[in-house]
């Protein structure tokens, strides 16, 4: 059975940092594209970041330079370190680990807020 289980969210002040951790199991993690989402208020879910299986990253632009996902193949982990926060930022994170297109997992997600 596959989980992916997110931690790491939180209250923090407008300009502040959290890290993201999603911890994977019953998965050959290696294989899968790790991938982290956002889902704010009243809106849809959206990309953040992804991670391929070589290490390759891709970003939101508008979280390019603030964020940064890296990945553990010995921990089957996935993290998304957050710094310099902005209010819009605030939603609910979402890691997706994906090996085909019909092949994916969610995490439960969890809630960041940033103050102002």
């Known amino acids: 059975q596959v989980q992916l289980a997110e931690s790491g969210g939180g209250l923090v002040q407008a300009g502040g940092s959290l890290r993201l951790s999603c911890a994977a199991s019953g998965l050959t993690f290696s294989a899968y594209v790790m991938n982290w989402f956002r889902q704010a208020p009243g809106k849809e879910r959206e990309f953040v970041a992804t991670?391929?299986?070589?290490?390759?990253?891709t970003y939101a632009a508008s979280v390019r330079g603030r964020f940064t996902i890296s990945r553990d193949n010995a921990k089957n982990t996935v993290s998304l370190q957050m710094n310099n926060l902005k209010p819009e930022d605030t939603a609910v994170y979402y890691c997706k680990a994906q090996l085909a297109p019909k092949i994916a997992y969610w995490g439960q997600g969890t809630q960041v807020t940033v103050s102002s």
């Open positions: 991670i391929d299986q070589s290490g390759a990253t």
